[in-house]
């Protein structure tokens, strides 16, 4: 390729590697998308695609909002960029309180990220500065959970519970065990809400503690909901056990709310659904309802105040990100919260969440279906494998949803996802369910 690159070559393909993308199935048979309002997308040979997932689970508020698109276009008018680093602008500071505001108990400190996986490694390593600073340095020890997933990042990874991410790249950290999954299908098919059976998987941390000693481990972070692997919500009394355990033994507890902060549960952070108050939460996706790059962490009192000692010129925390805080994000995020306080978003997810959960579990007994689960606005079908092998079903049903269909939905393996935007009306959630219920039936 020369250095002077055409701004009228073809629309070529190959260039661009996908991620999480099956490259060389794409390229055959593209999936492309020109434009997006409210609750669809418009391909580029003009068909109007059903968003079934909020984009990737984050365009809560449903597409093409002005209020959004207009405040990042005067905020790029009034002020690009600014540098994070010993400078600061003003909606940086209103969005940290307004965040704080709406956190539960005494998360009141915000660390700005571009995304959750960024997130998800800020939080890691504010635990283990905390110990640090705190003169328990021998706490290093990360507890995560099998499928789980927290981000891409190395931290991430290595907390997570992934099987792909395991074979590809190993473990990146040393030091890290997990949690057994909270989902047995025997004991928890075709569940609504919150499995009844589960809470006592909790009690593995304290078999984690007798092996390690609680003087070396830093802090546990889960999912209140896994996404990525399925939609797996935690059992009752589930995630009150942990923080339970994690008080008696000192461990911080972090709850990784990427996918269900901002409404996907019906509150603006799963914790206070479940009544439990982490020490740290990370946010992403929902925050910006996808329209700018923008995550974070949300810290207690006490984890933040524990830095703020020593000479007063001095940085506190050796960590951060060019972008952090990014004035264009900002300005997306807060005119996204005033939607989302405006329009009573999160209220509507909870009066829709009988109806939305009657809807897809309708699909039970269509062939293949081995099991359904729903809470929030969030549905799960999981498939029986195909002769194709493991994630070939999900894979064609994906191509069918979009090519024959008109409906975005999200897979992992052979579990067919929907998560749509908070947006979504009565009517929808029925054409939703009845476009996926043929989806289903054409892979059979």
Known sequence: MTSNASTDLPNDLAAYWMPFTANRAFKKAPRMLGRAKGMHYHTPDGRKVLDGVAGLWCV??????????????????????????QI????????????????PGDLDHVFFTNSGSEAVDTALK?????????????????????????????GGISVGGMVANRKYFGSLLTGVDHLPTTYNRSEQAFTRGEPAWGAHLADELENIVGLHDA???????????????????????????????????????????????FGRLGHAFAAERY?????????????????????????RKGIHDAFMKGPEHAVELFHGYTYSAHPLACAAALATLDIYAREDLFGRVLRLEQLWGD??????????????RTIGLVGAIDLDPSDGGPGKRGFDALNEAFHKQDLLIRTAGDTLVLAPPL???????????????KVIRAVA
């Open 215 to 261: 003087s070396t481990l830093a802090a546990v972070i889960v999912e209140p909901m896994a996404g990525s692997t399925g939609a797996l919500p935690a059992p009752q009394g589930y995630l009150k056990r942990l923080r339970e355990i994690c008080d008696k033994y000192g461990i911080l507890l972090i709850f990784d709310e990427v996918i269900t902060g």
């Open 60 to 85: 809560n508020t449903g597409h093409g909002r002005e209020e959004i698109v207009a405040a990042i276009q005067a905020q790029a008018q009034e002020m690009d960029y600014a540098p994070p680093f």
């Open 126 to 154: 504010i635990a283990l500065a905390y110990w640090n600073v705190s003169g328990q340095g021998a706490r290093t020890r990360l507890v995560g959970r099998v499928r789980g997933y927290n981000g891409v990042g190395f």
């Open 423 to 437: 947006i979504i009306s009565e009517s929808q959630i029925g054409e939703m369910t009845e476009k996926l219920g």
């Open 275 to 299: 009544g439990v108050i982490p020490d740290m939460i990370t946010f992403a996706k929902g925050v910006t309802a996808g329209a700018v790059p923008m995550g974070g962490v949300l810290v």
């Open 88 to 103: 600061g602008h003003p909606k940086a500071f209103q969005l940290a309180s307004r965040l704080a505001a709406m956190a």
């Open 359 to 372: 809807a897809v579990h309708a699909l039970r007994g269509l062939p293949h279906v081995a099991d359904i």
